[in-house]
């Protein structure tokens, strides 16, 4: 089982601005008519697990739905997804652990995990095997972070880094665990 992360920050180290907004992502627009590894990355996870506020956000994009893989939506207090996202979108609830033991009881064990808290929460119970973080130099000054608090330090080595338009930085890392 592999749950990895595959995300754009600001320099400055967030997801989303202060109101959520995201055109800082196309500073640089010839970036999304380039290959930034998105589809091999999609293409070696079983399914998606991202939280309801970044479940939100990308439902109210524009066109056909985004996804290929099935997408997980942990949210304790949502009852139900809208109707046009059911048999893509599924909803979970419980703890972190119940949540996973419910995605792997279906079979799905490499999981793409996103949204900051999502992130977050796997973070802290030392669950992200590996991240790719492309990073656009764009400072916000605030909003989403990638990164909270963490019980504990987590080591991660950098398996490779990659420039994009000489501008755009892309760094693949991977937990550093002690063999057992």
Known sequence: MKNSVF???SLDGFIAGKNDELDWLSTFPD?????TGFNDFTSQVDALLMGKNTFQIVAG???EWFYKK??????NSTSELPLKFHGKAFLVKGTLEEVLSQIHGQGYKNLYIDGGKTIQSFLKKDLIDEMIITT???LLGGGIPLFGDL???LVFTCKKTTLFL???VQNHFVRLREAT
Do not use: L, M, N, R
């Open 7 to 9: 995300i754009a920050t």
């Open 31 to 35: 970036i999304d008519h380039i290959d």
């Open 61 to 63: 994009f524009e066109g």
């Open 70 to 75: 099935p997408v997980f939506v942990w949210s």
């Open 136 to 138: 656009i130099p764009v």
């Open 151 to 153: 019980p504990k330090q």
């Open 166 to 168: 000489d501008k755009v």
